[in-house]
């Protein structure tokens, strides 16, 4: 028997990049985590920490250098489907209607025509695309774009969803929208997320545990607990005296990393 | 649907565009009769009309010529060389230039024959042709397969080799594999300059059958072009001329329909559109 804090491990991870002058580069250092089943982990970092290499090293398009990715024991890689991938890039293809990127992971599955059509509707309902299903993504605005984004990773209702940025190019308003939108989806049936993000608000305001992650090599600094209730109103957080406790003491730490993140890019 | 929650934003209002395209329309046909008028008034009286002839014998030429001459035997004999000649360099070019594509080492070892065999000229390889292959349509047909196939090739490349890695990475990470991550992300990603080939290339076609028929031939409208000028009917060789040009503008719009229907998910206004890049 399993545990549920099994559920994804991250087990010593380790990722070096060849740099193009001969050289080693160390993104991602030693990076151990036990997630449990239908957990919300954010990670926040200083950019370039090598956040997103660790999302990639999840789906398999790279591999770690050593160290290894389980879901249920077995490699991560090896169970895509169980893997919905949000990238923070606007990747609907412009080629599909929003209908149609919606389905695409279902039409690979090989669900019927008349299945799909339910899933996507039922799922563009909920985050009130209904009406917008047959534009082309150059129709749409930034905030619609990403929230079809969301709903294709989760059509075919995998396990474990990974985000990496995805409310980052978004303005203010259109973010805390969407960020309650999957606040509520996701307490709806409680799949796992790993949520990567630059912003320590978002972190503190979605996230169950919250990961610090160091300047590169991107090491685990700390882990912080956040206990606020669910369900959350994001538009009231601020003023919850908890949420201001985490805000300041990780905010002490990420600084940290920030100005060490900075001083790298100055060398 | 006035009470319902229909999307507030409803796709622009279609009544302007239309309009701006009439005036177009009027513009083009303003142009058409100025450039037709002045040919039929000039000619005459400013050049003889023996080198230049005028759009009214011409049109009376052409009207006599399908009516009551050889008109359907030369333009059978054409595009037949035309059809079959592009569909064989379309299809191979096609079948050759999207896997091409995914094989980067391939395509390098590869690179500089193709490149060699497209800088023959082909005009050059005509007579050949007609040894090889003797003065009936089959010497045509592979003339305009020569030059369509290195067209359609080198698009449908170019195309493949386009198309956003982030676009495949994703549909892999989605679970598509090698046939489906073809046919629904590296096929239509690269569907731009697979259209351009296939447009770009008729008036090629067009061209390898006009002059394999100037070379040597027994029918076909190049065929009828090259005897009007022999016996100095500049009529004659005008009325063919547009009836070549009426084709590349009919095959042409063919062309512009499918490319409407395949490419209707891109933005309108191209310019500012990052997929149109090297349109």
């Avoid at chain 1, 580069?25 to 982990?41: K, P, Q, Y």
């Avoid at chain 1, 789906?59 to 050593?66: E, H, I, Q, R, Y």
């Avoid at chain 2, 023996?50 to 010529?65: D, M």
Wanted: proline share 5%; net charge neutral.
């Amino acid at each position: 028997m399993q545990s549920s804090s099994d559920f994804l491990i991250f087990d010593n991870v380790t990722k070096v990049f060849e740099s193009p002058d001969g050289g080693q580069v160390t993104a991602i250092d030693n990076f151990s985590l036990n997630v449990s089943d239908g957990e919300f982990i954010t990670i926040v970092g200083p950019s370039g920490c090598g956040k997103s290499t660790l999302l990639n090293l999840v789906v398999g398009l790279d591999k770690p250098s050593s160290g290894q990715i389980l879901i249920n024991g077995k490699p991560a890689w090896q169970q895509l489907r169980n893997i919905g991938y949000v990238t923070q890039e606007d990747n609907l293809y412009p080629w599909r209607t929003l209908r149609e990127n919606v389905e695409f992971p279902l039409e690979i599955r090989g669900m019927s025509k008349s299945e799909r059509r339910k899933r996507s509707a039922e799922l563009l309902e909920k985050v009130g695309l209904a009406g917008f299903e047959n534009r082309y993504g150059h129709q749409l605005s930034g905030g619609m774009r990403q929230r079809g984004n969301i709903v294709r990773a989760l059509s075919f209702d995998p396990g474990l969803i990974i985000m990496d940025e995805p409310f980052g190019p978004l303005d203010a308003q259109t973010r805390i929208v969407l960020q309650q939108q999957l606040l509520d989806l996701w307490l709806q049936d409680k799949k796992t997320v790993i949520f990567i993000t630059h912003d320590l608000q978002e972190a503190i305001a979605l996230g169950d545990r919250v990961v610090v992650m160091t300047a590169r090599p991107g090491r685990i600094r700390s882990v912080y607990d956040i206990k606020l209730t669910r369900p959350r109103d994001l538009h009231h957080l601020h003023d919850d005296p908890e949420f201001r406790n985490a805000l300041s003491d990780l905010w002490d730490e990420l600084a940290d990393e920030v100005s060490a993140a900075n001083a790298m890019g100055r060398k | 649907m006035s009470e319902t929650s229909k999307p507030t934003q409803q796709p622009q209002p279609v009544a302007k565009p239309k309009r701006s395209v009439n005036t177009t329309l009027i513009w083009q046909l303003v142009i058409l009769v100025v450039l037709l008028g002045s040919w039929e008034v000039m000619s005459g009286r400013l050049f003889d009309s023996f080198w230049v002839s005028k759009p009214s014998l011409i049109v009376s030429y052409i009207y006599n010529w399908v009516l009551n001459g050889d008109f359907m035997r030369h333009l059978t004999a054409t595009m037949t060389e035309i059809i079959v000649g592009y569909s064989l360099g379309a299809g191979l070019g096609l079948a050759l230039g999207l896997p091409i594509g995914r094989m980067e080492r391939t395509a390098k070892i590869l690179d500089p024959f193709l490149l060699a065999l497209n800088g023959i000229p082909r005009v050059a390889l005509a007579p050949l042709f007609v040894i090889w292959f003797g003065i009936g349509i089959t010497p045509k047909i592979v003339l305009v397969f020569t030059l369509v196939f290195f067209v359609v090739f080198y698009n449908s490349y170019a195309g493949v080799r386009s198309v956003e890695r982030r676009y495949v990475d994703l549909a892999w990470v989605m679970g598509a594999r090698s046939f489906r991550l073809f046919s629904k992300v590296i096929l239509p990603a690269a569907m731009p300059y697979i259209i351009l080939g296939l447009k770009l290339s008729i008036p090629y076609a067009v061209i390898g059958a006009i002059i394999g028929e100037f070379i040597a031939s027994s029918e076909g409208l190049g065929y009828k072009i090259q005897l009007e000028t022999s016996i100095y009917n500049t009529t004659g060789t005008m009325g063919g001329i547009i009836v070549l040009m009426i084709l590349v503008v009919l095959l042409n719009s063919i062309l512009a329909w499918i490319e409407r229907r395949a490419l209707a998910w891109r933005p309108p206004s191209r310019s500012s559109d990052a997929g149109g890049q090297g349109l």
